[in-house]
């Protein structure tokens, strides 16, 4: 009597498999880039939040506001003097464009750009 068979077959799990652990090794792979990306935005929030305190703002307090806050958040891509630091009427405005990336494997690498813009209000 002919059995018909039950399940999925060795090849039918690798070809399910395969495709959930590159999205898993990627999920990895990025996973340090996306805590970096929190940190500098957490920075950048807390410097804004520190300026609505303070009366008399310059630029070059907040850029030495910025530079021990990356400092101690041990922040070093991007630079802290890479982030845009403007005036826009009675506020200031932070922002943190950059693009970062990881290898993925062989020639492949997956990158992501990130814009983060904190602004003080006035």
Do not use: C, H
């Not at 090794?25 to 957490?42: D, E, F, G, S």
């Not at 070059?60 to 005036?87: E, H």
Request: hydrophobic share 45%; glycine share 4%.
């Amino acid at each position: 009597m002919y059995r018909r068979q039950r399940g999925v077959t060795f090849l039918g799990w690798v070809i399910l498999l395969v495709p959930v652990a590159i999205v898993a090794y990627a999920a990895i792979r990025l996973t340090p880039i996306y805590l970096n990306y929190m940190r500098v935005a957490k920075s950048l929030d807390e410097t804004v939040a520190d300026m609505k305190t303070e009366q008399s703002v310059s630029e070059a307090a907040i850029r030495n506001s910025l530079a021990r806050r990356f400092d101690i958040d041990s922040i070093t891509y991007p630079d802290w003097k890479d982030i845009a630091i403007r005036r826009d009427g009675d506020s200031w405005v932070l922002e943190a464009k950059y693009t970062d990336g990881a290898p993925l494997f062989a020639n492949i690498s997956l990158e992501i750009d990130f814009d983060k813009v904190a602004e003080s209000g006035g």
